[in-house]
């Protein structure tokens, strides 16, 4: 299976899993609903490239208020996760750390129950959107342990750490840009070695008899 295709087949898994999760396992709450899916966002922020991860996470979160009926929620949805996920993978895709998986999809969830918050605001009042806060923190009190317990052990396989190199986006125009400056540095080193070699030569003749 070539790159490209398992690239593909592992964001369309993703955008599945969010989307199953988000819209059938859901918990009605005063205003919207809570799901585990924000579990398969966390893990998604460490297994895609940060592009592929925001799109899941925007693209399946939304599409699953589609299913579920809120489609009211959908606009703010498709923001809220997707700046959610952006936070999460730029702390902890390129070098996963637990404490960094904690405090980025930490620093996501907050974010995103934010964007919820102004945007039920706005809707409904804002008095009754602060008291649904409580209930909207339900998720990353379940994503944040859950998803980086689950990211944390999948670091340790091998297979996974070899899998996410292999789909990681390379920046050809930056790998440009360090491979010319080595024919550079290697060009000063010699410049600098032939002028050390020719005031060794100097310094020779000047002692000779």
Known sequence: ???NLKSLS??????????????YLKIPIALGYVHPGDVFIVIGCFMLPV???????ALGSMLADLIAGYVVYMPVTFFAKGVMALAASLIYYKKFRIWKAVLGSLAGSLIMVFAYFIFEGF???????AANIPAQLLQPLVAVPVGSAICAALSK??????????ISIKYPALRRISADKKPYDTMKVSENTSENTSENA????????
Request: overall charge negative.
């Open 1 to 3: 299976m070539n790159k």
């Open 51 to 57: 592009p592929m991860a925001v799109g899941v996470a």
């Open 10 to 23: 592992l964001t369309a898994l993703f955008a599945a899993l969010i989307l199953v999760a988000t819209a």
């Open 123 to 129: 809707m409904y009042g804002f008095p009754v959107a």
């Open 157 to 166: 396989i091998r297979y996974v750490a070899a899998l996410k190199e292999e």
């Open 202 to 209: 100097a310094e020779e003749h000047d002692r000779e008899p």
